[in-house]
């Protein structure tokens, strides 16, 4: 009798439980089974025709900030990078290591693409290429395999689970933090190698790591700031040579954010009219996970853990910015270009524009990413390197020889090596008031500011004092 009560109770308990709610996904009544882009297609062929055009998925775009550009469309495919180089020669495939482990699959690891290489003029095969659940599919994962023909293409890892598939396939939202650090935060090799300020714990952080993106704080996304129109993203920083056709800026001084007057502190205001929220705000980045500072490429290493090559590269952590003034255009040295050497004997790759007499300009914060790259004897122009099969043989010298072929057309290349540098603008892992920079950490007696690099002969604070103290007599 008591089992029964019991029982009897047991199932009252039940009915007056709420039915289990499964979640539910925009997607999950337009389509039955997923078959590639051509799905997405039926319906999205507009954006996918946006997307085409997009930055993102040429890799080249208008570069109106490049004040050498000269109308030229830059970006990956054309230029020169001091990280992987080029992807051109570096697009796809599967390297592998004297174990038969592999060790890389190609720069399009990190477009939004099924491995085909983007071309200028859009085709039907063009379309299917791109990749729509890379950025709106949560949970969407893809790795290289092999065609029957021998060659290789991306595909999701559930590409033989058709149920598996679908459903992920129909968890189709906007872009969140997951999706857009799957590459930003991993590129340049490993994460948080290149940026500095893009690293994985953004996708879930405290206000004390990043003030936009945490949880606990406005939990924004990227496309928060970086919302655009048809595919056309907004936000290029300081060494990014494509700009996209979009004429809207992503700035912490909009209107729509913070404005020009941020502070209840007027001293503070005034300070914000020549120095950008960054500054004081971003005290320190790769807080997490080191960053790549230098990368020799003249110096191979073989790492026998993993049966594998690579530059010298020197990492760093909680790294203090540099500060340079910056008016919103950069030059960039470009390939066919014999290189300019800055004053201490550098090629600089990209290098902010401005100064303390441009009242465009302000003072920003950057990451400076010093690098030994190859330039061409004779022609004085940069070479990248085939970094792919480099990383298996460590045969540096077959790399660039290689690269100067596959890029100049340059048979049996002689070279020489340079020292770089790349200003990178910081912009991420944004500070709350209570961390950002205090007077003294620039003003006092060991401050962080090059005072002279930044075109005053010394302190303005200190002088300022002076002339008042001088005043006042």
Same mark, same amino acid.
């Given at each position: 009798?008591k089992?029964?009560?019991?029982?009897?109770?047991g199932?009252?308990?039940l009915a007056?439980?709420?039915?289990?709610a499964?979640?539910?996904?925009s997607?999950?009544k337009?389509f039955?089974?997923?078959?590639g882009?051509?799905?997405?297609?039926?319906c999205?062929?507009?954006?996918?025709?946006? *997307?085409?055009?997009?930055? +993102?998925?040429?890799w080249e775009g $208008?570069?109106?900030k490049?004040i050498n550009s000269?109308g030229?469309k830059?970006g990956?495919?054309?230029?020169i990078?001091?990280?992987?180089?080029?992807?051109?020669?570096?697009?796809?495939?599967?390297?592998?290591n004297?174990r038969?482990? /592999?060790?890389?699959?190609?720069?399009?690891? =990190?477009h939004?693409g099924?491995?085909?290489?983007?071309?200028?003029t859009?085709?039907?095969?063009?379309?299917?290429?791109?990749? =729509?659940l890379?950025?709106?599919?949560?949970?969407y994962?893809?790795?290289?395999?092999?065609?029957?023909?021998?060659s290789? @293409?991306w595909?999701?890892?559930?590409?033989?689970?058709q149920?598996?598939?679908d459903?992920?396939?129909?968890?189709?939202?906007? $872009?969140? #933090?997951?999706?857009?650090?799957r =590459?930003h935060?991993?590129?340049?090799?490993?994460?948080n190698f290149k #940026?500095g300020?893009? %690293?994985?714990?953004?996708t879930?952080?405290d206000s004390? *790591?990043d003030? +936009?993106m945490?949880?606990?704080?406005?939990d924004?996304?990227?496309i928060?700031?970086?919302?655009?129109?048809?595919?056309?993203?907004?936000?290029s920083?300081?060494?990014i040579?494509?700009?996209?056709?979009?004429?809207?800026?992503?700035?912490?001084n909009n %209107?729509?954010?913070h404005?020009?007057a941020p502070?209840e502190?007027?001293i503070?205001?005034?300070?914000?009219?020549?120095?950008? =929220?960054?500054?004081?705000h971003?005290?320190?980045?790769a807080?997490h996970d080191?960053t790549?500072?230098? #990368?020799?490429?003249?110096?191979?290493?073989?790492?026998?853990?993993?049966?594998?090559?690579?530059p010298?590269?020197? *990492? %760093?952590?909680?790294?203090?910015p540099?500060y340079?003034?910056?008016?919103?255009t950069?030059?960039?040295?470009?390939?066919?270009?014999p290189?300019? *050497?800055l004053?201490?004997?550098?090629?600089?790759?990209? /290098?902010?524009?401005?100064?303390?007499?441009?009242?465009?300009?302000k003072?920003?914060?950057?990451?400076?990413?010093? @690098?030994t790259?190859?330039v061409?004897?004779?022609?004085n122009?940069?070479?990248p390197?085939?970094?792919?099969?480099?990383f298996?043989?460590?045969?540096?010298?077959?790399?660039?020889?290689n690269?100067a &072929?596959?890029?100049?057309?340059i048979?049996?290349?002689?070279?020489?090596?340079? #020292?770089?540098?790349?200003w990178?603008?910081?912009? +991420? %892992?944004v500070q709350?008031?209570?961390?950002?920079?205090k007077?003294l950490?620039c003003?006092?007696?060991?401050?962080r500011?090059n005072?002279k690099a930044?075109?005053?002969?010394g302190?303005?604070?200190l002088?300022m004092v002076h &002339?008042?103290l001088?005043a006042?007599?």
């Amino acid at each position: 009798m008591k089992r029964f009560v019991a029982l009897a109770i047991g199932m009252v308990a039940l009915a007056a439980m709420p039915a289990f709610a499964h979640k539910t996904y925009s997607h999950q009544k337009y389509f039955q089974h997923y078959e590639g882009t051509k799905t997405c297609l039926q319906c999205h062929k507009m954006q996918a025709e946006t *997307f085409f055009h997009s930055l +993102h998925y040429q890799w080249e775009g $208008p570069a109106p900030k490049i004040i050498n550009s000269h109308g030229m469309k830059l970006g990956k495919l054309n230029t020169i990078n001091d990280f992987c180089t080029n992807p051109k020669a570096n697009w796809i495939g599967l390297v592998r290591n004297s174990r038969g482990e /592999v060790l890389s699959k190609g720069c399009s690891q =990190c477009h939004a693409g099924f491995g085909k290489m983007p071309s200028e003029t859009m085709t039907k095969g063009q379309l299917e290429n791109i990749d =729509c659940l890379i950025c709106h599919a949560s949970g969407y994962r893809r790795d290289l395999y092999k065609n029957p023909d021998g060659s290789v @293409a991306w595909k999701p890892i559930l590409w033989k689970n058709q149920v598996g598939l679908d459903s992920v396939a129909k968890r189709i939202s906007l $872009p969140k #933090r997951t999706m857009c650090l799957r =590459c930003h935060a991993g590129s340049g090799g490993g994460p948080n190698f290149k #940026r500095g300020d893009l %690293e994985y714990t953004l996708t879930d952080c405290d206000s004390n *790591f990043d003030v +936009h993106m945490a949880k606990n704080g406005n939990d924004m996304q990227c496309i928060d700031c970086h919302a655009g129109k048809n595919h056309d993203i907004p936000g290029s920083g300081t060494d990014i040579a494509g700009d996209g056709e979009s004429t809207a800026t992503v700035a912490c001084n909009n %209107e729509d954010c913070h404005g020009n007057a941020p502070h209840e502190a007027e001293i503070l205001n005034i300070h914000a009219k020549r120095v950008y =929220c960054t500054v004081c705000h971003i005290p320190d980045f790769a807080k997490h996970d080191a960053t790549d500072m230098d #990368r020799d490429w003249s110096k191979p290493v073989y790492h026998a853990k993993q049966d594998k090559y690579s530059p010298t590269i020197k *990492f %760093e952590k909680d790294v203090k910015p540099v500060y340079a003034w910056y008016n919103g255009t950069t030059w960039e040295q470009l390939p066919k270009t014999p290189v300019k *050497f800055l004053p201490d004997g550098s090629v600089g790759l990209m /290098v902010p524009q401005g100064s303390r007499k441009d009242p465009k300009s302000k003072i920003y914060a950057f990451k400076l990413h010093r @690098a030994t790259l190859p330039v061409l004897k004779g022609k004085n122009w940069l070479i990248p390197i085939v970094v792919e099969k480099f990383f298996a043989d460590g045969n540096i010298n077959k790399a660039v020889v290689n690269a100067a &072929k596959d890029f100049y057309g340059i048979d049996n290349a002689k070279y020489k090596w340079v #020292r770089t540098e790349r200003w990178m603008g910081v912009f +991420h %892992e944004v500070q709350p008031a209570k961390n950002a920079l205090k007077c003294l950490d620039c003003h006092g007696p060991n401050g962080r500011m090059n005072w002279k690099a930044l075109g005053y002969d010394g302190d303005p604070m200190l002088a300022m004092v002076h &002339k008042s103290l001088k005043a006042s007599h």
